[in-house]
């Protein structure tokens, strides 16, 4: 039996048949030509040729431009055209195509043939928690802000007060690469010591990730060379370099670490309504299928913004069980492939006052991240910590911030500062 691998587009165009471009699309990006093969050639290349699954035309309302013309289709690509691995699945469905007018690929399923070649994170959403020994609440992650220039002191100073205002997890800044004033080994060497004095105070565990940055060649042996510095995690920049190197990166098996995915330069592809790869594909879909334990995207709330409902969809890529729903096509019953879950952290401009619109979205399966909400607290960055832990326990106490904050001075002054969004 022929396995396929789905992808749904989303097609603009004010008088096309749509049904006649969703038969070019699936033998265009398959066979190339169909109707012409003599009828012996025909029984040979059946199962190359990509199948039209279905064609849901919008026609425009009363009073709707007419620019608003747009069908969804889909289409399914037979297993035996492609290898397994994402570069191949992504040129096969969206390679010429995704430059032929206004069409964006708005969502893929895999077949469970294609999908048993990702294991997926390593740790996921409980690894990440068990590392940290914290099952109850939100995590709380904070972000170096201004490290490009600085040298090592400066560095360790700044993470140790990151560490000390009580949060789980601190990434590096994703434009910090190697250079010659913080180089990763001694990076890790003295934000890892810096850790211990804060863990040494807060009783917490801490998760330092790494930026994992150079040539694609090296980014294996620098990943191991940072994990024999020590290193606890690793952040990822996964759209400059490409989602298979992101699959080699985690399925590899001496990198014994999680991986943060960073989004830099998913702007370039997910916003557009007409064009690109949609939010939950890009950042949800194959980011979990690639392997990042834990991915940033922009929140509906904060400086950088999502639509909520592109939000919910990332979120429900990265978590659900239901794989057989949402990532596999035409599943045998018996077929029973995890994917372990990816932790998903809504980011930039992210402050205490967002917290409870946060908590309310995502529940306690979510990482409250911060840069600028962290360090720019008026008291400074250890009460910019302690602000954030104060509105998530407030929160899943359900207690509100305004309430609470009159018993915890950091809360309330950053209230002052940012205000509550309800
Ligand atoms: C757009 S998601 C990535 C967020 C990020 O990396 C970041 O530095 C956000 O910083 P902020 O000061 O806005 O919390």
Not at 48 to 77: C, F, M, W
């Given at each position: 039996m022929n396995a396929y691998c789905l992808a749904t587009y989303r097609s603009f165009d004010e008088k096309a048949d749509f049904h006649k471009k969703a038969t070019s699309i699936a033998v265009g990006l398959t066979v190339g030509s169909w109707t012409e093969l003599p009828e012996a050639q025909k029984a040979q290349m059946e199962k190359h040729l990509g199948k039209v699954i279905s064609v849901e035309v919008h026609e425009p309302a009363q009073g709707e431009a007419i620019s608003n013309r747009y069908a969804d289709i889909t289409i399914a690509y037979p297993d035996v055209n492609f290898s397994r691995d994402i570069p191949a699945l992504l040129v096969t469905v969206f390679g010429k195509l995704s430059m032929d007018g206004k069409i964006k690929l708005i969502d893929l399923s895999f077949s469970s043939d294609f999908l048993s070649a990702f294991a997926g994170p390593k740790f996921g959403m409980q690894g990440v928690r068990d590392l940290l020994g914290v099952h109850d609440r939100p995590l709380l992650m904070s972000i170096f802000k201004s490290v490009v220039g600085y040298e090592l002191p400066a560095l360790r100073e700044q993470f140790y007060l990151q560490a000390a205002g009580g949060v789980d997890l601190i990434k590096?800044?994703?434009?910090?690469?190697?250079?010659?004033?913080?180089?990763?080994?001694?990076?890790?060497?003295?934000?890892?010591?810096?850790a211990a004095q804060a863990t040494k105070e807060t009783g917490q565990k801490l998760l330092y990730a790494v930026n994992l940055t150079g040539p694609t060649s090296k980014l294996a042996a620098q990943a191991k060379k940072a994990i024999s510095a020590g290193a606890n995690a690793l952040l990822f920049n996964v759209l400059a370099y490409g989602f298979d190197t992101l699959h080699e990166l985690s399925s590899d098996p001496e990198i014994t670490i999680p991986i943060m995915a960073h989004p830099a330069m998913a702007g370039a592809t997910y916003p557009s309504p007409h064009y690109g790869i949609s939010a939950s594909v890009l950042l949800g879909k194959l980011m979990r299928l690639a392997g990042a334990d834990l991915v940033l995207f922009p929140s509906p709330y904060g400086s950088v913004v999502m639509p909520r409902e592109e939000n919910m969809a990332i979120k429900h890529a990265l978590l659900t069980d239901d794989l057989r729903k949402d990532y596999i096509y035409n599943a045998p019953v018996d077929v029973q492939l995890n994917l372990a879950?990816?932790?998903?952290?809504?980011?930039?401009?992210?402050?205490?006052?967002?917290?409870?619109?946060?908590?309310?979205?995502?529940?306690k399966d979510v990482i409250v991240n911060a840069g600028g909400g962290i360090h720019g607290h008026p008291l400074g960055t250890i009460a910019g910590g302690q602000a954030?832990?104060?509105?998530?326990?407030?929160?899943?106490?359900?207690?509100?911030?305004?309430?609470?904050?009159q018993i915890h001075p950091e809360l309330q002054s950053a209230i002052d500062t940012w205000g509550i969004r309800e």
């Amino acid at each position: 039996m022929n396995a396929y691998c789905l992808a749904t587009y989303r097609s603009f165009d004010e008088k096309a048949d749509f049904h006649k471009k969703a038969t070019s699309i699936a033998v265009g990006l398959t066979v190339g030509s169909w109707t012409e093969l003599p009828e012996a050639q025909k029984a040979q290349m059946e199962k190359h040729l990509g199948k039209v699954i279905s064609v849901e035309v919008h026609e425009p309302a009363q009073g709707e431009a007419i620019s608003n013309r747009y069908a969804d289709i889909t289409i399914a690509y037979p297993d035996v055209n492609f290898s397994r691995d994402i570069p191949a699945l992504l040129v096969t469905v969206f390679g010429k195509l995704s430059m032929d007018g206004k069409i964006k690929l708005i969502d893929l399923s895999f077949s469970s043939d294609f999908l048993s070649a990702f294991a997926g994170p390593k740790f996921g959403m409980q690894g990440v928690r068990d590392l940290l020994g914290v099952h109850d609440r939100p995590l709380l992650m904070s972000i170096f802000k201004s490290v490009v220039g600085y040298e090592l002191p400066a560095l360790r100073e700044q993470f140790y007060l990151q560490a000390a205002g009580g949060v789980d997890l601190i990434k590096d800044d994703e434009i910090l690469f190697e250079n010659p004033l913080t180089p990763l080994e001694k990076r890790i060497e003295i934000c890892l010591e810096a850790a211990a004095q804060a863990t040494k105070e807060t009783g917490q565990k801490l998760l330092y990730a790494v930026n994992l940055t150079g040539p694609t060649s090296k980014l294996a042996a620098q990943a191991k060379k940072a994990i024999s510095a020590g290193a606890n995690a690793l952040l990822f920049n996964v759209l400059a370099y490409g989602f298979d190197t992101l699959h080699e990166l985690s399925s590899d098996p001496e990198i014994t670490i999680p991986i943060m995915a960073h989004p830099a330069m998913a702007g370039a592809t997910y916003p557009s309504p007409h064009y690109g790869i949609s939010a939950s594909v890009l950042l949800g879909k194959l980011m979990r299928l690639a392997g990042a334990d834990l991915v940033l995207f922009p929140s509906p709330y904060g400086s950088v913004v999502m639509p909520r409902e592109e939000n919910m969809a990332i979120k429900h890529a990265l978590l659900t069980d239901d794989l057989r729903k949402d990532y596999i096509y035409n599943a045998p019953v018996d077929v029973q492939l995890n994917l372990a879950s990816s932790f998903p952290v809504p980011s930039a401009g992210i402050h205490p006052g967002l917290v409870p619109l946060i908590l309310r979205d995502f529940g306690k399966d979510v990482i409250v991240n911060a840069g600028g909400g962290i360090h720019g607290h008026p008291l400074g960055t250890i009460a910019g910590g302690q602000a954030f832990r104060q509105a998530i326990d407030a929160t899943i106490q359900g207690k509100t911030l305004q309430d609470y904050a009159q018993i915890h001075p950091e809360l309330q002054s950053a209230i002052d500062t940012w205000g509550i969004r309800e």
